[in-house]
């Protein structure tokens, strides 16, 4: 319960009892803040790690139901193998240092993505915390790993097809909620807002499917300096907004 309305920080100001359901971030800028200061690209990495923990205490301190966040995509294995090493045993340090203190700090943690390319240790520690995330009721973090919005639509489709072949339902039976069912974020409600940091004004096969009536947040801001201040600047646009899908 909070007994504020209000959550202030650094003299920005947002309605606790207006806040979005779901949060969604492309946590992007890493490389570039690092070397803006003649730092390898992996030290952006962590530092985007770090801010990503920040971040969601936060979230979960105001009272945010659902927050989702883009670490790693399908087009993100084009990158150097050392690059793509650094990222994976980051995420491995935050899922075993979650084990630890998600219970704790009533966190439940969900992978979204195509698992099957993860290394055998990395989907073990995914499992502890799936367990983990059944003794916990506050705010459920969506962590998007070798995903891609397109591969997860293509998979939904696949899944359906099969069930048709089997006859288990038929063709015309598919429509948006049967659909939304078979994708990875099945029973989770959509993003309400996507944050992008880092400049670029583009949606990287972030959430396809689910961004449809989502509202967008755009700024400069790399990722690694990303800090409470700048969520709530980004919440509190989003208040100012009127949301019409598609009516008056
Ligand atoms: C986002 O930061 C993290 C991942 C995509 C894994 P980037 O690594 O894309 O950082 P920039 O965009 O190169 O600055
Ligand atoms: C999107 O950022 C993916 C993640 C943040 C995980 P990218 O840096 O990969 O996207 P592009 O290449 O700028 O579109
Ligand atoms: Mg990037």
């Given at each position: 319960m909070h007994l504020f309305r209000k959550k202030n920080v650094a003299g920005v100001d947002v309605d606790l009892a207006h806040l979005p359901s779901h949060i969604a971030i492309i946590m992007d800028g890493n490389g570039r803040w690092a070397t803006s200061r003649g730092l390898p690209r992996t030290v952006g990495h962590r530092e985007g790690s770090e801010t990503f923990r920040r971040v969601a205490t936060y979230l979960n301190n105001i009272g945010l139901k659902h927050l989702t966040v883009y670490?790693?995509?399908?087009?993100?294995?084009?990158?150097?193998v050392e690059e793509v090493d650094a990222i994976m045993r980051l995420l491995k340090e935050y899922f075993l240092e979650a084990c630890e203190k998600m219970v704790r700090d009533n966190i439940s943690l969900k992978i979204l993505g195509?698992?099957?390319?993860?290394?055998p240790e990395l989907r073990e520690i995914i499992k502890r915390t799936d367990e983990l995330s059944l003794q916990t009721s506050g705010l459920k973090v969506n962590v998007c790993i070798n995903y891609g919005g397109r591969a997860e639509i293509v998979n939904a489709a696949r899944i359906l097809a099969e069930k048709a072949v089997l006859g288990?339902?038929?063709?015309?039976?598919?429509?948006v909620s049967l659909l939304s069912e078979e994708?990875?974020?099945?029973?989770i409600p959509d993003p309400d807002l996507i944050i992008r940091p880092s400049g670029e004004l583009r949606i990287?096969?972030?959430?396809l499917w689910q961004s449809a009536y989502a509202e967008f947040y755009f700024t400069d801001m790399l990722w690694p300096d990303f800090d409470e201040k700048e969520i709530n600047r980004a919440i509190l646009s989003y208040q100012k907004r009127n949301r019409r899908y598609g009516g008056i």
């Open positions: 670490a790693f995509s399908t087009e993100n294995w084009s990158r150097p195509d698992q099957s390319a993860l290394s288990e339902i038929k063709p015309e039976d598919i429509d994708l990875y974020t099945a029973g990287s096969n972030f959430l």
